[in-house]
């Protein structure tokens, strides 16, 4: 049986070379490969192009296809029998790209700390220099 899903994650004026970054960080934690070049996605029946992979071994598939759009991005995987829902990495990656891009725009204007809990990050800032 297959279950191959679309999942959109809305995101304004992506920056490639983080969510580069951002894909890494979430391919070693789910115990994936990450693939950025020819990469596609196979699911049972077909296969797509995509733009990133997360090479991971599924029972109808290889893992989790990334497309980038203007203003989002996609997800694409056969999710049936898989180990990590679809939500819920639709759910990493927004929190780990939205994340990285505040430590990236702020780091400049001051010190900052990330501390990570299960369902929630806080970010802070100790001093944010001259007003």
Request: aromatic share 12%; hydrophobic share 30%.
């Given at each position: 049986m297959s279950n191959y899903t679309i999942a959109?994650?809305?995101?304004?004026?992506?920056?490639r070379s983080l969510l580069e970054k951002v894909l890494e960080k979430i391919a070693s934690k789910i115990g994936a490969r990450f693939v950025k070049e020819n990469a596609i996605v196979k699911y049972f029946g077909g296969e797509k192009k995509v733009d990133y992979l997360l090479e991971k071994c599924l029972p109808?598939?290889?893992?989790?296809g990334i497309i980038v759009n203007r203003n989002d991005l996609e997800i694409h995987a056969d999710i049936h029998g898989a180990d990590i829902d679809i939500n819920e990495l639709k759910n990493m990656v927004t929190r780990e790209y939205l994340t990285n891009l505040f430590v990236k725009m702020f780091s400049q204007k001051g010190t900052i700390?990330?501390?990570?809990?299960?369902?929630?990050?806080?970010?802070?800032?100790y001093s944010y220099g001259e007003t």
């Open positions: 959109k994650v809305s995101l304004k004026h992506i920056d109808f598939g290889n893992g989790y700390s990330v501390s990570e809990e299960k369902d929630k990050t806080i970010i802070y800032v």
